[in-house]
């Protein structure tokens, strides 16, 4: 019997055919998108040829500030480069200028080198845009959600602008990290008004309202705001209402925001209890050094055991001549040194304002271990749940260890003490800008979370039940925080008397950064 071909395909034709077109496909998605692919390529031609216009910015503004003798003119280089969305971080040559997430190192013959990216950046976090378009770096939020304006962070040369991979919500208070990738927060500057609950127990607490201020000057960035600054608290008065609260009549400049006989835009703070590279904490044998390295990080062991004075000298050390280069290029215009008093009233002021936590109480770091960043359960880390809840601002944005952890030596002591704190004499200006000396328990001394924060000098009578025990001749030396073992009575507010600047397993401290 003879079948005629009617022309049609066979199965097995057809099966071929559709697997011949599965691997064409394939091959042609992976050309499209794999890690060599099409749109890779493009992205990465992009992203250079976006890094090649900034550089050649950059160079032109180099060669428009070239002064007569031949070299570069800080002043009018800086002024070219803040026309074109940069900054310069430094004020002797060589600086550093950033524009997006890129910096250059420019020297004073006008040379320009891409500054060697930091490797040192904590797990889930990158370079953040310094511009801060789109709010890339950081928005200071109230409560409600409106955005305040605040003075721009000063990066220091070496340092970098830096945030978290994921989006947050509530106030991001801008991050940024030194060459060994330690962590700090900056406290932009501002000014206060404080309100008690009760005008006849301030134990009760109160509401801080926070008015960032222009620059170094004492002007309002927010110009619907009203009245004026007072630079002493003996200018300042209280009305007692009706209601039986009582209310700060005038704003009242922070003063960790002057510097010795400076003002300054702001400082950074750092973001953890500090720690060193060695893990040393648990023996002062091994801990009481100086000279260890310093670094600010998460999940880490703190720094204890290590006494007042040595702590003193080791917050120095980050800027001395033989370690600055572990954390900057340049340190011309940086000074660091062991957070005094008025500095951890200024970051408190603003964690408990809207702009923080906004009214509410922070979580302490409950690690018996002494392991930083932790939260309330004791061994939850800084960004989980519930370790952003032991934050300033109850996420990844703020400052922790503030409550529990370990207790913090502070440069502050009582008067005639200062030889606990220090390795050698120093005149009356030295330790006017360094210490904060008392000599009683009373509203002389403000901005520090201490006398207006608390209504008795021996008791748990700080906000929040934090513990007030102020220093004495018997116990001259301050303490802040509480450490994990303190519960309800460690927190931003506490603070305590300790007999001596000795080492002790319980102690520990943090660095704070000035850029000018």
Not at 326 to 335: A, C, P
Not at 355 to 363: A, D, H, R, T, V
Not at 414 to 439: P, Q, R
Request: with cysteine; charged share 20%.
């Amino acid at each position: 019997m003879n079948f005629k071909n009617k022309g049609g395909i066979t199965l097995i034709a057809l099966v071929v055919t559709i697997i011949v077109l599965l691997i064409l496909a394939g091959i042609s998605v992976s050309m499209l998108t794999g890690q060599n692919g099409i749109l890779n390529k493009a992205a990465e031609a992009k992203e250079k040829t976006e890094e090649a216009q900034k550089e050649e910015q950059i160079k032109l503004a180099v060669m428009s500030s070239i002064g007569t003798d031949g070299l570069i003119n800080l002043n009018q280089l800086k002024t070219e480069i803040e026309r074109q969305g940069g900054s310069i971080a430094g004020t002797t040559f060589p600086v550093a200028v950033t524009t997006g997430n890129t910096s250059y190192q420019v020297d004073q013959y006008g040379n320009v080198t891409e500054e060697t990216k930091n490797e040192n950046i904590e797990e889930n976090w990158t370079v953040a845009d310094i511009s801060n378009n789109n709010d890339d770096w950081y928005v200071y939020k109230d409560s409600t959600g409106k955005k305040s304006q605040v003075n721009a962070p000063k990066l220091a040369n070496g340092m970098t602008a830096i945030k978290y991979n994921t989006e947050v919500n509530g106030s991001k208070w801008a991050n940024a990290a030194t060459k060994d990738g330690s962590m700090w927060v900056w406290i932009p500057r501002y000014a206060y008004k404080i309100t008690y609950k009760n005008k006849d127990n301030k134990s009760e607490g109160g509401t801080i309202d926070i008015a960032f201020l222009k620059g170094t000057t004492n002007e309002f960035l927010d110009s619907s705001i009203q009245g004026d600054v007072e630079t002493s608290i003996s200018n300042v008065t209280y009305t007692e209402n009706a209601n039986g609260t009582k209310s700060q009549n005038q704003w009242l400049l922070e003063p960790a925001f002057t510097f010795g006989d400076e003002n300054i835009e702001g400082f950074w703070f750092a973001k953890f209890e500090a720690s060193n590279t060695d893990g040393y904490g648990d023996d002062a044998s091994t801990a009481n050094d100086a000279n260890l390295t310093m670094r600010i990080k998460p999940n880490v062991t703190s720094w204890r055991n290590i006494t007042a004075a040595n702590i003193f000298t080791a917050c120095l050390n980050l800027t001395s001549s033989t370690n600055y280069k572990t954390y900057f290029n340049n340190v011309s215009n940086v000074d660091t040194h062991m957070t005094k008093n008025v500095e951890w009233g200024a970051v408190a002021y603003l964690a408990h304002s809207k702009f923080g936590l906004n009214g509410k109480e922070i979580g302490i770091n409950a690690n018996s271990s002494y392991k930083t960043g932790i939260g309330n359960d004791g061994s939850s880390v800084y960004n989980t749940d519930i370790g952003k809840k032991s934050s300033t601002t109850n996420n990844v944005y703020g400052i922790y260890d503030m409550s529990g952890g370990s207790y913090e030596y502070v440069a502050a002591c009582f008067s005639g003490y200062t030889n606990m704190l220090l390795t050698e004499d120093k005149n009356a200006a030295y330790i006017s800008k360094y210490i904060d000396v008392y000599d009683e328990y009373s509203s002389s001394k403000y901005g520090d979370a201490v006398f207006e924060t608390s209504s008795n000098y021996s008791v748990t009578s700080s906000w929040f039940l934090d513990y007030s025990a102020f220093v004495s001749k018997d116990f001259p030396i301050f303490r802040r925080g509480g450490n994990f073992s303190f519960d309800s009575n460690a927190g931003v507010f506490h603070f305590y008397a300790c007999i001596s600047g000795d080492e002790g397993n319980s102690y520990g401290f943090r660095p704070v950064c000035i850029v000018k």
